[in-house]
């Protein structure tokens, strides 16, 4: 990842309301400060925030998935795990997941 401008923290307490302009405005992006242009903090929108945490949330419970099916001595097959993936990416919901599989199983 590259990381964008790093702001001082004079900069940032200087800058407060454009900072925070750029971080809830249309395509709003992150704001890094830092002692010594180092970031050391990220400012962001709750929006992004939250996402970020679904994100987790998503791969955290997909890993609990896979890793339940393997502690019983199984493996997913290919379709499973490439569904497995687009949940853990955000591209299928559960449900979306458990439809596609029972297609491809239709087949």
Not at 63 to 80: I, K, N
């Amino acid at each position: 990842m590259d990381v964008p401008e790093v702001l001082s923290v004079r900069e940032f307490r200087a800058g407060l309301a454009a900072s925070l302009g750029r971080v809830t405005g249309q395509g709003g992006s992150a704001v890094f400060v830092g002692a010594h242009r180092k970031p050391e903090v990220v400012v962001m929108s709750v929006e992004q925030y939250e996402a970020l945490v679904r994100s987790a949330e998503r791969r955290q419970a997909v890993a609990e998935a896979l890793a339940s099916v393997r502690a019983e001595g199984l493996e997913p097959s290919l379709d499973a795990l490439e569904v497995l993936e687009g949940i853990a990416a955000g591209r299928l919901d559960e449900d979306e997941g458990i439809e596609a599989l029972h297609r491809r199983h239709q087949q």
